[in-house]
């Protein structure tokens, strides 16, 4: 019942991974990235993608086995992280909460996800390295993992910039977790290693330049609002695998400002609360929280509400489900009818857990399946029409014609549709089935 099962487990629920494909923007991120690496925002990730390309060239199954063997990897690291604060079985039911999490395929059925996939494994081997230096009985070996996480935490920047949330995931879990002493003087080298690393993001001009268009297609404050509104719609998606999309429009996925914050209010109140006599409640709502800070911050975002960066912030809640299960097996567990039912409770959690997964992956293995699904779930998406049109441009033109004049029935104003709408117009002469 340890990295073996967790293994196990993990890879029945998402063995379909690698039979997917590139998506829609995965050619552009991917294959086409840079051979230099100055200058460029996500080195470190776009590394990756040419270590891909010269290993097994632009073959999707390649990229994919990769993302795949990073979510089990977490997996591990979770299983780790949690034996510190939890029982053996509270344990392993946390990482295995953290392995059968639906949302996360958004993460690990998608070339592009690789981006929150590794910079979430590098910041967990990251967590580990600080927490093995506070242990270290001597200062070489101090300073050795000390060394270690500065240059996890450095190296995960570099996959992804939202990585510099990490020096207060380490103070959530000293805080919250198992108590560090004299935390505040330890996570000061990596509030130092943060300021110089965002500095160093903001040399970059193409960081300016997002940061512009950001400002610039919301103010700040209105931006703030955007993301404070959509907030408990993305946080209630880890319980609602029905709903996850890879399109939520901001009509369908934001709760009125007030109610918004009336909710989350409620939410860090009650985790203040209960901070003694319920941790780990406390835990999941901080780090949570502290997770999402930079996507939920000043920064307009195309779309408000995305699974990907639900992908660590689930940490948290994983440890909070390890021990609630584990709480549960040992109250029921006395007894063989208990045992019964405990086996038959857990299985069956799993099971559809894995079922919910294997979903996820399906739907992303194939952009016509993905685009279609997106547009049952978000039919007032102009967006999602026209992605479904190219998705269709080559299967079914007639089809995917359809969908593109469907996308500027929603919003006239798409230039991207409009050009799709001509050049299928183009590919469909009289002979195309199209009213």
């Keep these: 019942m340890g990295a073996a099962g967790l293994l196990a487990l993990s890879l029945a629920a998402w063995h379909g991974v690698p039979g997917g494909t590139f998506q829609f923007d995965d050619l552009g991120a991917v294959l086409s990235a840079p051979a230099g690496l100055a200058g460029r925002i996500r080195p470190l990730l776009a590394l990756t993608f040419q270590a891909d390309l010269a290993l097994h060239g632009p073959r999707p199954a390649g990229f994919l086995a990769e993302n795949l063997v990073l979510h089990c990897l977490s997996v591990l690291l979770v299983h780790a992280l949690a034996r510190r604060v939890l029982s053996p079985l509270g344990a392993f039911l946390a990482a295995a909460a953290f392995a059968l999490q639906p949302s996360h395929a958004e993460v690990v059925a998608y070339v592009s996800g690789r981006s929150t996939g590794l910079?979430?494994?590098?910041?967990?081997?990251?967590?580990?390295?600080?927490?093995?230096?506070?242990?270290?009985p001597t200062p070489a070996a101090r300073r050795a993992w000390l060394a270690a996480c500065l240059g996890l935490f450095a190296a995960a920047s570099?996959?992804?910039?939202?990585?510099?949330?990490?020096?207060?995931?380490?103070?959530?879990?000293?805080?919250?977790?198992?108590?560090?002493?004299?935390?505040?003087?330890?996570?000061?080298?990596?509030?130092?290693?943060?300021?110089?690393?965002?500095?160093?993001?903001?040399?970059?001009?193409?960081?300016?330049?997002?940061?512009?268009?950001?400002?610039?297609?919301?103010?700040?404050?209105?931006a703030m609002a955007l993301n404070l509104s959509a907030l408990p719609v993305q946080l209630s998606l880890w319980l609602r695998p029905g709903a996850l999309s890879v399109e939520h429009p901001l009509d369908d996925a934001a709760l009125p400002l007030g109610p918004a914050l009336v909710f989350l209010g409620a939410m860090g109140a009650g985790a203040f609360l209960v901070r003694r006599r319920a941790p780990r409640v406390a835990l999941a709502v901080a780090w949570a929280f502290a997770a999402l800070l930079p996507t939920q911050s000043l920064l307009a975002k195309a779309d408000v509400v995305t699974e990907k960066p639900l992908y660590l912030a689930w940490f948290g809640g994983a440890l909070l489900a390890g021990e609630a299960l584990a709480g549960a097996a040992a109250r029921v567990g006395a007894s063989r009818p208990g045992r019964l039912v405990?086996?038959?409770?857990?299985?069956?959690?799993?099971?559809?857990?894995?079922?919910?997964?294997?979903?996820?992956?399906?739907?992303?293995?194939?952009?016509?399946?993905?685009?279609?699904?997106?547009?049952?779930?978000?039919?007032?998406?102009?967006?999602?029409?026209?992605?479904?049109?190219?998705?269709?441009?080559?299967?079914?033109?007639?089809?995917?014609?359809?969908?593109?004049?469907?996308?500027?029935?929603?919003?006239?104003?798409?230039?991207?549709?409009?050009?799709?709408?001509?050049?299928?117009?183009?590919?469909?002469?009289?002979?195309?089935?199209?009213?």
Excluded at 185 to 190: N, T
Excluded at 357 to 363: A, F, I, L, S, T
Aim: glycine share 8%; aromatic share 6%; hydrophobic share 50%.
């Design 119 to 136: 910079m979430a494994l590098l910041l967990l081997a990251a967590l580990w390295a600080f927490l093995r230096a506070g242990e270290s």
């Design 342 to 435: 405990l086996v038959l409770g857990l299985g069956g959690a799993a099971w559809l857990a894995g079922r919910a997964v294997q979903e996820r992956v399906h739907v992303w293995s194939d952009p016509v399946l993905l685009w279609t699904d997106a547009t049952r779930k978000a039919p007032g998406s102009s967006r999602a029409w026209n992605n479904l049109g190219n998705a269709l441009r080559t299967r079914a033109p007639d089809r995917a014609l359809l969908a593109v004049r469907r996308s500027l029935d929603l919003d006239p104003s798409n230039r991207r549709a409009l050009a799709n709408r001509d050049t299928l117009e183009a590919l469909c002469p009289a002979g195309c089935a199209v009213p």
């Design 158 to 222: 570099g996959v992804k910039e939202v990585a510099l949330v990490f020096p207060l995931l380490v103070l959530v879990w000293g805080t919250l977790g198992r108590r560090e002493p004299d935390l505040v003087r330890r996570v000061l080298p990596l509030a130092a290693a943060a300021a110089v690393l965002a500095l160093g993001l903001w040399s970059i001009p193409r960081y300016r330049e997002l940061a512009g268009w950001s400002f610039a297609r919301h103010p700040a404050p209105e």
